[in-house]
């Protein structure tokens, strides 16, 4: 009987340590930031009143009906597509963490993945900024060549305010070459995407890509672009009703949506 108490006692004791331990937990903040799908941008339209891409001295490459201002008249809309994650300042703790792992509409990430440079958020927004501007000129440089055009033929502007990272940098290649020579990319459909994108036309992985699809999904598109060393991730949570094309590079992207608005053989995940 004594040997039995003892136990009894060593297991209270224990109970108490762990409960302790978790009640302790539960108050430290974690090194995590809580993401959501974020908004999504036309680059084909306009965004907060402002067109997103603006080309001139394009001339008529394309044979369509160019423009007024030498592009290519389009219909369908061209996704770029964004996580929206807890400020770098804001407290996540256990709790909001547990949460977050069981729900499809958010996701917990580690936060100097979303906040490489810290926690100061002057220096996080002059970073991104900088991130958004060198996806656009990589962006503008790649769609030039690819059209065998030259920054001294064409002027190229683009607008997306509110949106940082590099992440926009496919869509925003997919978006001048529709502007200029092909007008109309899509078929008529709304395609998401996401993927960074160097001058030689070579597509990378971004990251929050199933909450991209999220985001994709709940404004209309059909089809989304995706980095194939993402495919499984983006497989994860897909949304019924959207279809998954991996592409590599922008001549990979290109093919692919013009054999899917043509009826040919689209690439899957």
């Given at each position: 009987?004594?040997?039995?108490?003892?136990?009894?006692?060593?297991?209270?004791?224990?109970?108490?340590?762990?409960?302790?331990?978790?009640?302790?937990?539960?108050?430290?903040?974690?090194?995590?930031?809580?993401?959501?799908?974020?908004?999504?941008?036309d680059?084909?339209?306009?965004?907060?009143?402002?067109?997103?891409?603006?080309?001139?001295?394009?001339?008529?490459?394309?044979?369509?009906?160019?423009?007024?201002?030498?592009?290519?008249?389009?219909?369908?809309?061209?996704?770029?597509?964004?996580?929206?994650?807890?400020?770098?300042?804001?407290?996540?703790?256990l709790?909001?963490?547990?949460?977050?792992?069981?729900?499809?509409?958010?996701?917990?990430?580690?936060?100097?993945?979303?906040?490489?440079?810290?926690?100061?958020?002057?220096?996080?927004e002059?970073?991104?900024?900088?991130?958004?501007?060198?996806?656009?000129?990589?962006?503008?440089?790649?769609?030039?060549?690819?059209?065998?055009?030259?920054?001294?033929?064409?002027?190229?502007?683009?607008?997306?305010a509110?949106?940082?990272?590099?992440?926009?940098?496919?869509?925003?290649a997919l978006?001048?070459?529709?502007?200029?020579?092909?007008?109309?990319?899509?078929?008529?459909?709304?395609?998401?995407?996401?993927?960074?994108?160097t001058?030689?036309?070579?597509?990378?992985?971004?990251?929050?890509?199933?909450?991209?699809?999220?985001?994709?999904?709940?404004?209309?598109?059909?089809?989304?672009?995706?980095?194939?060393?993402?495919?499984?991730?983006?497989?994860?949570?897909?949304?019924?009703?959207?279809?998954?094309?991996?592409?590599t590079t922008?001549?990979?992207?290109?093919?692919?949506?013009?054999?899917?608005?043509d009826?040919?053989?689209?690439?899957?995940?």
């Amino acid at each position: 009987m004594p040997a039995l108490t003892s136990r009894t006692r060593a297991l209270a004791i224990c109970g108490t340590l762990v409960a302790a331990l978790l009640a302790v937990a539960a108050l430290v903040p974690l090194p995590f930031s809580v993401a959501q799908p974020g908004i999504t941008a036309d680059v084909l339209g306009e965004y907060q009143g402002r067109q997103v891409i603006t080309v001139t001295g394009a001339g008529d490459p394309g044979a369509g009906d160019p423009g007024a201002d030498g592009t290519e008249e389009t219909e369908g809309r061209l996704l770029a597509t964004t996580i929206a994650a807890t400020a770098p300042d804001t407290t996540v703790r256990l709790a909001d963490v547990v949460d977050a792992w069981f729900d499809t509409d958010r996701a917990v990430m580690p936060r100097d993945s979303v906040y490489p440079v810290g926690d100061d958020a002057e220096e996080i927004e002059e970073h991104t900024t900088a991130q958004m501007e060198e996806s656009q000129e990589e962006a503008v440089t790649a769609a030039l060549r690819r059209l065998g055009l030259s920054g001294d033929e064409v002027e190229v502007e683009l607008r997306l305010a509110d949106v940082g990272g590099p992440s926009a940098g496919l869509m925003f290649a997919l978006g001048i070459v529709d502007e200029i020579d092909d007008g109309d990319l899509t078929g008529g459909r709304t395609v998401a995407g996401t993927g960074t994108i160097t001058a030689r036309g070579e597509v990378g992985p971004v990251g929050g890509v199933p909450l991209k699809t999220q985001a994709a999904a709940r404004d209309g598109a059909t089809v989304f672009l995706v980095p194939e060393a993402e495919c499984g991730d983006a497989r994860a949570e897909l949304p019924e009703g959207l279809r998954l094309v991996p592409v590599t590079t922008l001549e990979g992207a290109l093919s692919a949506l013009r054999a899917l608005r043509d009826g040919g053989h689209v690439p899957s995940c």
